[in-house]
């Protein structure tokens, strides 16, 4: 547990939304909770940090974000128990993700006293809007952006980070239908995909859209070079089971190193599965699927956590993973997450942060 060092101020809302708010009834990403955490960076020290009621923010027109897009984010839950008890889940691994997003962005570091004691005070306060039913939680969006008023192309001089909690249902009902994207890229070598960088989910948005009108709900990125290999699924990292061999493609400049991802490689060594990081070809997964030796293909990301894939669409063909239900390691390790993350089975990795 961290001891409170800071003595971030809290003013606290004298208009909650808590009692007028529909729990039954979660859209991601749609509704926040009272109040919100943030500190601003100005003349190179970060000051002035609080809670404050969740309102809007004043920007100028000149915001150097809204022409350059410094801006950075991370994505976390937090978790309530049966028994009422608390949970975040890797806290410091998104910490250490931010300042990674934040270096690559020419953005100063968010200190981890700040970032931790912000977050978990904030929880605290809120700790209300945790919905605590199968699959629900809350959604914690720790977010950092450049704050100059002036228009020239140059690392902005101020900042502001800020953390937002929105409740969160399951993030998507049902399996997913993929299309491999062999012509627009999300990222390239030497570029920001290895970040969470705000660009690299604008960009995405057309190609999604394009496969979304096709009947698909997202996308499979291959690399940027010869469209041959598989990077990423939309927002997740990909993982596929072939041969009884979970087999994901590599961390790198251009795959995002998500802490779901790691959770899972973790567990399946653990449990002595064979787990091998390496570049796979497209053309592997086709072969798998014509052999029959395909068994799972699910996303991972703290927004969904384990997306299950039920087709993949290739050149005009749509392969057909088996049934969800017959998945024995995605469905036996989305079982393990969600017990580990509610503080319901052992947390040999120290993983869990309880918060009182
Ligand atoms: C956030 C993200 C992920 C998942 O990371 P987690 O830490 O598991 O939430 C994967 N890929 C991309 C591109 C992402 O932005």
């Keep these: 547990m961290i001891e409170s060092t800071l003595n971030i101020p809290i003013e606290k809302t004298l208009n909650s939304k808590l009692p007028f708010f529909d729990f039954n009834n979660l859209q991601f990403g749609k509704n926040f909770s009272d109040h919100m955490f943030v500190i601003d960076f100005e003349n190179g020290e970060w000051k002035n940090a609080r809670i404050i009621p969740y309102q809007r923010f004043d920007l100028s027109p000149s915001s150097a974000v809204i022409h350059y897009g410094q801006s950075v984010f991370e994505g976390m839950k937090a978790y309530k128990n049966e028994s009422g008890e608390v949970m975040l889940f890797r806290p410091t691994d998104n910490f250490k993700r931010l300042n990674k997003s934040a270096i690559r962005m020419c953005m100063p ?3 981890e006293d700040l970032f931790m004691e912000g977050l978990i005070k904030l929880i605290q306060l809120d700790s209300d809007w ?5 699959g629900q939680s809350l959604y914690i969006r720790p977010f950092l952006f450049a704050t ?10 101020t900042y502001r980070f800020a953390i937002i909690t929105s409740p969160a249902g399951a993030y998507y009902s049902e399996p997913v239908k993929v299309l491999v994207e062999t ?6 070598e030497g570029g920001i995909g290895y970040v969470k960088a705000a660009g690299n989910y604008g960009r995405s ?3 999604a859209k394009k496969a979304q009108e096709l009947g698909y709900h997202q996308l499979i990125w291959t690399d940027a070079t ?11 990292n990909v993982l596929f089971v072939i041969n009884d061999v979970l087999i994901t493609p590599p961390v790198s400049t251009t795959i995002l190193a998500g802490i779901t991802r790691d959770s899972v490689l973790t567990l399946a060594r653990d449990w002595g599965m064979k787990v091998e990081e390496r570049k ?20 991972t990301g703290t927004a969904a956590t384990i997306a299950h894939i039920s087709h993949i669409g290739y050149n005009g063909s749509d392969y057909l993973l088996p049934e969800v239900q017959t998945r024995k390691f995605s469905n036996k390790i989305k079982e393990e997450l969600q017990k580990i993350r509610l503080a319901q089975a052992p947390d040999k990795h120290n993983w869990v942060l309880k918060i009182k």
């Design 109 to 111: 570091e968010v200190p």
């Design 130 to 134: 945790i919905p605590s039913k199968a």
């Design 148 to 157: 100059d008023e002036f228009i020239g192309v140059k690392p902005s001089e």
């Design 183 to 188: 012509s627009y890229t999300r990222a390239v």
């Design 205 to 207: 948005l057309y190609p």
């Design 226 to 236: 010869e469209h041959k290999y598989i990077e990423e699924s939309g927002t997740m």
């Design 280 to 299: 796979i070809k497209i053309d592997e997964i086709i072969d798998a699927f014509e052999k029959g030796t395909i068994s799972d293909a699910f996303g």
